[in-house]
């Protein structure tokens, strides 16, 4: 059983950049590929970014494409994602995800585990 804990969010005005981190635990994290995904108010849940085991394959919705990096540290057990040139439409809480795959997917119905979001706010 993985745990999942992200955190980092905040609120931000249009512009300006966050950095959210999503620990792991009770797994062994180089086994799965990471994913950040995201419901904003009123919508459902939608993929932002995932990234393969080892680092090598890395994809981005194109919503955030050019503006957010998501990377992983494995001797850490964590998972990034650096949201720069912020806009009001990406505040949403965002989630991380673990996929069993070591592949990495865009599919949310892929993920097998998920931690409890953490809250980003971008003011115009």
């Known amino acids: 059983q993985v745990q999942l804990e992200e955190s980092g969010g905040g609120l931000v005005q249009a512009g300006g950049s966050l950095r959210l981190s999503c620990v792991a635990s009770?797994?062994?994290?180089?086994?799965?590929?990471m994913g950040w995904f995201r419901r904003p108010p009123g919508k459902e849940r939608e993929f932002v970014a995932a990234?393969?085991?080892?680092?090598?394959?890395?994809y981005y919705a194109d919503s955030v494409k050019g503006r957010f990096t998501i990377s992983r540290d494995n001797a850490k057990n964590t998972v990034y994602l650096q949201m720069d040139n912020l806009k009001p439409e990406d505040s949403a809480l965002y989630y991380c995800?673990?996929?069993?795959?070591?592949?990495?997917?865009?599919?949310?119905?892929?993920?097998?585990?998920w931690g409890r979001g953490t809250q980003v706010t971008v003011s115009s």
């Open positions: 990234i393969s085991w080892s680092g090598g394959r890395t």
């Open positions: 995800a673990a996929d069993s795959n070591p592949n990495g997917s865009t599919y949310k119905g892929a993920y097998d585990y």
């Open positions: 009770g797994g062994t994290f180089r086994n799965y590929a």
